[in-house]
């Protein structure tokens, strides 16, 4: 089972989801994370994000941004997206249902659809990031459920 973990910028929130799930997955998976804009290609992820994973023993200095590309769709078998722009985005970028069919919203796995999008902290404070960081653990807990007993 391949899980690839997809926001804007590949520096925030998809890094810390990466690093997280890496964290819960048995071995023999493959977790990565990528965006949708290539404007942060080859950075590491924002410094705010290193700390807030660090602070939870969990470290994601060594990533480095990249674009999905379209060998994402067969390489991956799940593909959850940050927000809804993003999952627009990503959808836009399949070919057929097959690879449709991987790509959801990250916070669909809580059934909160109302609150499907794991907010953008990068205009905000190590506040907001320990808050995504919060509601990723939560989703990651979720998707390691569900994929252990599918
Ligand atoms: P991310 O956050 O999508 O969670 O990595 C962002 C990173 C960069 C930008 C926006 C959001 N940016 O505008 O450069």
Redesign the pocket.
């Known amino acids: 089972m391949n899980i690839l973990m997809v926001?804007?910028?590949?520096?925030?929130?998809?890094?810390?989801a990466e690093g997280i799930m890496k964290t819960k997955v048995p071995e023999g998976f493959e977790v990565d994370s990528a965006?949708?804009?290539s404007?942060?290609e080859g950075e590491h992820?924002?410094k705010r994000?290193v700390k807030t994973a660090a602070n939870h023993q969990i470290d994601i200095s060594g990533q480095r941004?990249r674009p999905i590309n379209r060998s994402d769709f067969k390489k991956f078998d799940r593909i959850y997206c940050?927000d809804i722009d993003?999952f627009e985005d990503v959808i836009s970028k399949t070919e057929n249902e097959e690879e449709r069919q991987k790509v959801s919203l990250f916070l669909e796995v809580l059934g909160d659809h109302k609150n499907a999008e794991?907010p953008?902290?990068?205009?905000g404070d190590m506040n907001d990031f320990e808050k995504?960081y919060q509601l990723l653990d939560k989703g990651c807990n979720a998707i390691k459920n569900q994929i252990l007993i599918s």
Do not use: E, K
């Open positions: 926001c804007l910028g590949n520096i925030c929130r998809s890094p810390l965006g949708t804009i404007m942060h992820p924002d994000a941004s940050m993003v794991v953008d902290p990068y205009w995504v």
